[in-house]
Each structure stands twice: as structure tokens, then as C-alpha cells.
């Protein structure tokens, strides 16, 4: 299942109201079915073999309790922020379930990171030279990768996309190839290579096609330190995130498995249940760790003789699972368009009001008792926003029935790239949260709704 339907979110929907969970100042509230989300994880960790370090993008999603509950299922995160890290520590995250990618991480952030164990891709070489000084006077158990652009062009959503010619990420591949393999030979402490291509509006095969040029440099440089030291230096491969999901029914993205497939094909090292086999070495070395387990650290028999596999899906993972409802305040009809004004918009939808031709939501309207209004008006319907500019529309011409003031609206697959990019503008309450289990059998706050307190402490 890649998309909640109407029926089953208005079950919990009325479920919720029934409980008491939707008082008169909860406006809009976000909603997560956490059984779709434990299924969603469980299907991702089947794709891939055992061993593999799923750092689930905090960015996608840094709610505390929904992160408690991956932790509890053997899941790490991938951090982009020193806060993002802070929060997965202070969540009891072993470090070594935490990979660490900001492209901007101060000399105070890596040394941090190296003195927690935590692992790093580091983005350039000006940090590569900055952690191999600190590791002249510390001891640290991360293991570190080099993020690397494979450079193979950009996906149909040119601001997701990060695998150009140019991109602000990562040491071009191309333009970079000897210098990177001159800082694997140099750097004994190097043991990783790591991509990301881009998330929304990038196809598979160029997904794919990403992995396999990063895959086959690993393998020259593997040989190459296989013939100068006496063994592949790469041992962890970082495919980052990306795969599309479906804002629409009518739109299915490739499925997972036939992703892990494809990848299996064009990296079939990635996916083996043994060790990574050293030129001359008729050993392979010991088998893969346990799903949920650290990185192996450095100078360990399995960091010398296995790859260890991370993704870093947040998008895919956190987005369907979730939706968001809100009240309609208010209807205007003009001549051939209507609108009904909601209580979320820009403020919690900042990329699809800016760039609505990109990010498509659909969309039902439920009465002022959760049950699925029918039919569809004369006039297609505008949704509008609360807030103090005129972009503040989250959709255009969308076909409804007709929608009256105590309606709810309902935004479906909310749950990834939403709340993480709230917007403070105008102050406007950030709604409650709610996850629930079975269709709404049972509930749990995942996070309040603020109060005025909350918004004047900021301000402060």
C-alpha cells in the first residue's frame, strides 16, 4: 500500500473526534498512522541485506516520539545539523547508529562527532584535512566516508535535485576523480564513499545509474589499495535517499523492491550476505553484522574485510504515513472559482505553495462529523492559507463537493517535509500531532499544540 485511503482516514478521523482528541481550538491537526509507518520500515528493511545502517533523514521528520519509535525498531538517523545530532543522542541513539552529512560542519562539530563515534561523510576536501589534523591529537571510533557527486545530470525537480554538473554537495567525481583517489591512499582513516542524486522528480534509472559510477570508482579504489596496502579501504557504500514516493493514487511510483533490485544488479557487491573478498586473500573475512548494529570501527577484522551498506530515506519512509486536516473557517464564491480558507497553508506546506506544480496533494472533503462529503460543485475550489501573502494558497482548481463553513479538509501524505520546514511567520499556533495504531484503535500525542507561551518564548 503506497497511499491511505479516503475511507481510512476518515474511520480514524471520527475515531479521534469520538475520543475527544479534536477540541475547538485544534483548527488542523497532523495525524500519522503508525502501523502503516511500522509496515513501511519493515518492507524497507526486507529490500536490503541484513547488515544494512538505515539512518532514516531526520530532516524529514524530527519529531521525538515518532523517531523514539524507529530507534525501538533497530533503526539509525541521518543527521544534517549538529541539532539533528544532538536530538538523536539526547533520544538514546547509539552513535554509531548516527550518520552525520551537513555540508557545513565546524571545527568544534567534527571534533564532536569524532570523540562520540559518530560516522561522518565529510563534504570536501578542506574538512578531509581538518579531521585528519584532529586525529593527530584524538582518538575517535567513527568511521568517515567522502561524499562524492557522481555528476549525472538533474530529475525533473531542478531544487531536489543534487547530481549536476555543479551542486553545492559533495566533490564532483568527473572534475575530481585523481584527487579523490589520492586522498584514499593518503588517508588510511577514509573507509567510505557516499551519494545522494536527489529525492522527488529524479527516476530510477538515473537513481541507479548514480550508485553504479560511485560503485564502480569503489571498486578501482579498492584495487588500487588492495595492491599498495594490502586491502580494500572501502568498507562502508552510502546510496543516500531519493526514491519518489506518490502524492496521487493515479501516479504510483517504482516500488522499493524493484529499486533494491535494480541496484542489485548494477552493485551486486552491495548486496552480498558475505564479506567483501581482498585480492589474495582466499578468506572473505566474517559475515555481516546484525540489522540495528553499530558500525564496525576502524581497524577491526570486519571494517578491513566487509562493505557495510547505509541509506538514508526520509521521504520515502515518513510522507504517506501522514496526513493533515483542518478546519474551514471560511467560503467565498467568485465568479468561476470558489475558496475555502483553511487554517494550514505556507506555513506548513512552504514548498507546495511556492512551487504548486511540483508538489501535488490530493485532497478530500470530509462533513463536520468526519464522513466523506459526495459530488462535485460547479466551480472548482482554491484552498487558502492563513497567513499575510497572497502565494499563501496550497492548491488551485481543485475539484470538490461543495464545501461549507465546519467542513474539514484533508491534505493526504503529509508526513515527511512538512512540520520539519514550519514557518514562524505570522506566529500562527504549530497544530497538534496525533499518531494512532490500527486505524485509530488506539491514539497517542506525539506533540502538543502551542500555546501563546510557547510563541512569545520564541520571539524572546
Same mark, same amino acid.
Given at each position: 500500500?503506497?497511499?491511505?485511503?479516503?475511507?481510512?482516514?476518515?474511520?480514524?478521523?471520527?475515531?479521534?473526534?469520538?475520543?475527544?482528541?479534536?477540541?475547538?481550538?485544534?483548527?488542523?491537526?497532523?495525524?500519522?498512522?503508525?502501523?502503516?509507518?511500522?509496515?513501511?520500515?519493515?518492507?524497507?528493511?526486507?529490500?536490503?541485506?541484513?547488515?544494512?545502517?538505515?539512518?532514516?533523514?531526520?530532516?524529514?521528520?524530527?519529531?521525538?516520539?515518532?523517531?523514539?519509535?524507529?530507534?525501538?525498531?533497530?533503526?539509525?538517523?541521518?543527521?544534517?545539523?549538529?541539532?539533528?545530532?544532538?536530538?538523536?543522542?539526547?533520544?538514546?541513539?547509539?552513535?554509531?547508529?548516527?550518520?552525520?552529512?551537513?555540508?557545513?560542519?565546524?571545527?568544534?562539530?567534527?571534533?564532536?562527532?569524532?570523540?562520540?563515534?559518530?560516522?561522518?561523510?565529510?563534504?570536501?576536501?578542506?574538512?578531509?584535512?581538518?579531521?585528519?589534523?584532529?586525529?593527530?591529537?584524538?582518538?575517535?571510533?567513527?568511521?568517515?566516508?567522502?561524499?562524492?557527486?557522481?555528476?549525472?545530470?538533474?530529475?525533473?525537480?531542478?531544487?531536489?535535485?543534487?547530481?549536476?554538473?555543479?551542486?553545492?554537495?559533495?566533490?564532483?567525481?568527473?572534475?575530481?576523480?585523481?584527487?579523490?583517489?589520492?586522498?584514499?591512499?593518503?588517508?588510511?582513516?577514509?573507509?567510505?564513499?557516499?551519494?545522494?542524486?536527489?529525492?522527488?522528480?529524479?527516476?530510477?534509472?538515473?537513481?541507479?545509474?548514480?550508485?553504479?559510477?560511485?560503485?564502480?570508482?569503489?571498486?578501482?579504489?579498492?584495487?588500487?589499495?588492495?595492491?599498495?596496502?594490502?586491502?580494500?579501504?572501502?568498507?562502508?557504500?552510502?546510496?543516500?535517499?531519493?526514491?519518489?514516493?506518490?502524492?496521487?493514487?493515479?501516479?504510483?511510483?517504482?516500488?522499493?523492491?524493484?529499486?533494491?533490485?535494480?541496484?542489485?544488479?548494477?552493485? %551486486? =557487491?552491495?548486496? !552480498?550476505?558475505?564479506? +567483501? #573478498?581482498? /585480492? *589474495?586473500? $582466499?578468506?572473505?573475512?566474517? %559475515? =555481516?553484522?546484525? !540489522?540495528?548494529?553499530? +558500525? #564496525?570501527? /576502524? *581497524?577491526? $577484522?570486519?571494517?578491513?574485510?566487509?562493505?557495510?551498506?547505509?541509506?538514508?530515506?526520509?521521504?520515502?519512509?515518513?510522507?504517506?504515513?501522514?496526513?493533515?486536516?483542518?478546519?474551514?473557517?471560511?467560503?467565498?464564491?467568485?465568479?468561476?472559482?470558489?475558496?475555502?480558507?483553511?487554517?494550514?497553508?505556507?506555513?506548513?506546506?512552504?514548498?507546495?505553495?511556492?512551487?504548486?506544480?511540483?508538489?501535488?496533494?490530493?485532497?478530500?472533503?470530509?462533513?463536520?462529523?468526519?464522513?466523506?462529503?459526495?459530488?462535485?460543485?460547479?466551480?472548482?475550489?482554491?484552498?487558502?492559507?492563513?497567513?499575510?501573502?497572497?502565494?499563501?494558497?496550497?492548491?488551485?482548481?481543485?475539484?470538490?463537493?461543495?464545501?461549507?463553513?465546519?467542513?474539514?479538509?484533508?491534505?493526504?501524505?503529509?508526513?515527511?517535509y512538512t512540520f520539519s520546514m514550519w514557518s514562524r511567520y505570522n506566529s500562527r499556533f504549530a497544530p497538534r500531532i496525533i499518531g494512532y495504531y490500527n486505524e485509530g484503535e488506539s491514539f497517542v500525542v506525539i506533540k502538543e499544540r502551542e500555546e501563546i507561551d510557547d510563541i512569545i518564548r520564541f520571539w524572546t
Amino acid at each position: 500500500m503506497e497511499n491511505l485511503t479516503p475511507g481510512k482516514i476518515s474511520s480514524a478521523f471520527k475515531k479521534a473526534l469520538q475520543a475527544g482528541l479534536i477540541r475547538k481550538e485544534d483548527s488542523a491537526v497532523i495525524f500519522y498512522d503508525l502501523t502503516f509507518l511500522k509496515e513501511r520500515l519493515s518492507s524497507l528493511s526486507s529490500c536490503f541485506p541484513a547488515g544494512t545502517l538505515h539512518g532514516l533523514a531526520v530532516k524529514a521528520c524530527p519529531l521525538s516520539k515518532v523517531m523514539q519509535l524507529t530507534k525501538e525498531l533497530g533503526y539509525g538517523v541521518e543527521a544534517a545539523s549538529m541539532g539533528e545530532v544532538k536530538l538523536a543522542l539526547q533520544l538514546g541513539f547509539d552513535p554509531g547508529m548516527i550518520v552525520y552529512d551537513s555540508p557545513v560542519k565546524t571545527i568544534e562539530e567534527l571534533e564532536f562527532a569524532l570523540l562520540a563515534g559518530i560516522h561522518l561523510n565529510l563534504d570536501n576536501f578542506s574538512e578531509l584535512e581538518r579531521v585528519k589534523t584532529l586525529l593527530k591529537k584524538l582518538e575517535s571510533k567513527s568511521t568517515i566516508g567522502i561524499r562524492i557527486n557522481p555528476q549525472i545530470g538533474e530529475g525533473s525537480i531542478k531544487e531536489s535535485s543534487v547530481a549536476g554538473e555543479y551542486s553545492k554537495f559533495g566533490v564532483p567525481l568527473r572534475f575530481k576523480k585523481n584527487e579523490l583517489i589520492n586522498a584514499f591512499l593518503e588517508n588510511d582513516f577514509l573507509s567510505g564513499m557516499h551519494l545522494h542524486v536527489g529525492s522527488q522528480g529524479c527516476p530510477l534509472e538515473m537513481l541507479v545509474e548514480g550508485t553504479g559510477k560511485l560503485y564502480d570508482f569503489m571498486l578501482e579504489v579498492n584495487r588500487l589499495t588492495s595492491e599498495s596496502k594490502g586491502y580494500a579501504q572501502v568498507t562502508t557504500f552510502d546510496i543516500g535517499g531519493g526514491l519518489p514516493v506518490s502524492y496521487s493514487k493515479g501516479r504510483q511510483p517504482v516500488p522499493m523492491e524493484a529499486y533494491a533490485l535494480a541496484l542489485k544488479k548494477r552493485a %551486486p =557487491l552491495l548486496f !552480498s550476505e558475505r564479506s +567483501l #573478498p581482498v /585480492p *589474495g586473500n $582466499p578468506d572473505p573475512g566474517p %559475515p =555481516l553484522p546484525a !540489522s540495528g548494529s553499530p +558500525l #564496525p570501527a /576502524p *581497524g577491526s $577484522p570486519l571494517h578491513d574485510h566487509s562493505i557495510r551498506l547505509i541509506t538514508e530515506f526520509g521521504r520515502w519512509t515518513y510522507t504517506n504515513p501522514g496526513w493533515t486536516i483542518s478546519r474551514v473557517e471560511y467560503v467565498k464564491h467568485d465568479p468561476g472559482v470558489s475558496t475555502a480558507m483553511l487554517h494550514v497553508g505556507a506555513d506548513l506546506f512552504v514548498r507546495e505553495c511556492l512551487n504548486p506544480k511540483d508538489w501535488l496533494h490530493e485532497y478530500t472533503l470530509l462533513d463536520g462529523e468526519g464522513n466523506p462529503r459526495t459530488g462535485n460543485s460547479v466551480n472548482p475550489w482554491n484552498l487558502a492559507g492563513p497567513l499575510c501573502f497572497s502565494g499563501d494558497i496550497l492548491a488551485k482548481g481543485v475539484s470538490l463537493p461543495g464545501v461549507q463553513e465546519g467542513d474539514h479538509i484533508v491534505i493526504h501524505d503529509t508526513g515527511g517535509y512538512t512540520f520539519s520546514m514550519w514557518s514562524r511567520y505570522n506566529s500562527r499556533f504549530a497544530p497538534r500531532i496525533i499518531g494512532y495504531y490500527n486505524e485509530g484503535e488506539s491514539f497517542v500525542v506525539i506533540k502538543e499544540r502551542e500555546e501563546i507561551d510557547d510563541i512569545i518564548r520564541f520571539w524572546t
